[in-house]
C-alpha cells in the first residue's frame, strides 16, 4: 500500500512532442505528490508538485494532472526538447509517516 | 547558489575500510535525509533526523550510520563497506516535517558516488 508505481520505464520521444508519465498509488494517506528531474551523475531536482486539492497545476512546459478518484497522478512535458532527456521520479509523501515514496523512474529520451 | 552540498563528489574506499560522507546545508532546515540510490532505482531511504531526533529506517544495515553535530552538517558512516554498498548517496533537506504547507518539500544535494574496491 506503501507503493508508487510509474510507468513508462523508458520513453522515447520526438522533438517538440509530448512526454506523458504516468503513476499511481493506493495509499490515501498520501498528501503531496512531487517530481523530480534527475540527470545522469546528478541528484534528483524538484521539477513540480501538487496537492490532491488541485486537479492541475502548469508551471512552463510542465503540467501535472491529478486524479484523486483514480489515485492516478500524472506529468505531460509540453514541446518536449533534447535538454530534457533524463530520469524522472514521481513521489509521493504520507503525512503520517513523513516518508517520500519513489516511483521506479522513467528515462526520457527526447530525439532532435 | 549551493542549498544542500556534498562532499566528496566521488569516494573511492578499499572492502572492509570505514568512510564518511559529509553533507551540509545553507537552507536551515530542520530536517535532513539520507538516501542510497543504485544503478537505474529510485533512492532509498536510509535515515533522517528531524532537529537532533534520529530517525532510522527498519531495513538499514547496522554498517550505516549517521550523525549530525549542528543544523547544518550532517555525515554518513559506513563503517565496513562492501561490495554491495557501491552506490550514489544522496542527501536532502525539508525545512520540516509533513504538516506544513510545503514545508515538507525536500531539496537534494548532487549526490556522491561511492566506489569499493
Known amino acids: 500500500q506503501q507503493q508508487v508505481k510509474q510507468s513508462p520505464q523508458s520513453l522515447i520521444v520526438q522533438k517538440g512532442g509530448i512526454s506523458i508519465i504516468n503513476c499511481a498509488y493506493e495509499n490515501t494517506a498520501f498528501d503531496y505528490f512531487p517530481w523530480y528531474q534527475q540527470f545522469p551523475g546528478k541528484g534528483p531536482a524538484l521539477l513540480i508538485a501538487i496537492r490532491p486539492d488541485v486537479s492541475e497545476k502548469k508551471e512552463g512546459r510542465f503540467t501535472i494532472s491529478f486524479n484523486k478518484s483514480a489515485k492516478q497522478f500524472s506529468l505531460h512535458i509540453m514541446d518536449s526538447q533534447p535538454g530534457d532527456s533524463a530520469t524522472y521520479f514521481c513521489a509521493a509523501l504520507s503525512g503520517n509517516t513523513g516518508k517520500l515514496i519513489f516511483g521506479q523512474g522513467t528515462t526520457l529520451q527526447v530525439k532532435p | 547558489d549551493a542549498m544542500v552540498i556534498q562532499n566528496p563528489r566521488y569516494q573511492v574506499t578499499q572492502f572492509g575500510k570505514p568512510v564518511t560522507l559529509s553533507c551540509s546545508q545553507t537552507?536551515?532546515?530542520?530536517?535532513m535525509y539520507w538516501y542510497q540510490q543504485k544503478s537505474s532505482q529510485a533512492p532509498k531511504l536510509l535515515f533522517h533526523?528531524?532537529?537532533?531526533?534520529?530517525?532510522n529506517e527498519a531495513d538499514t544495515p547496522d554498517n550505516f550510520q549517521s550523525r549530525r553535530p549542528n543544523t547544518s552538517f550532517c555525515f554518513l558512516d559506513i563503517r565496513s563497506p562492501g561490495l554491495g554498498d557501491a552506490a550514489m548517496y544522496l542527501c536532502?533537506?525539508?525545512?520540516?516535517?509533513?504538516?506544513?504547507?510545503?514545508?515538507?518539500?525536500?531539496?537534494f544535494g548532487p549526490g556522491t558516488r561511492l566506489l569499493v574496491l
Open positions: 537552507l536551515n532546515h530542520n530536517v
Open positions: 533526523y528531524y532537529d537532533k531526533d534520529f530517525n
Open positions: 536532502a533537506t525539508s525545512r520540516d516535517r509533513p504538516g506544513w504547507q510545503f514545508q515538507e518539500t525536500q531539496y
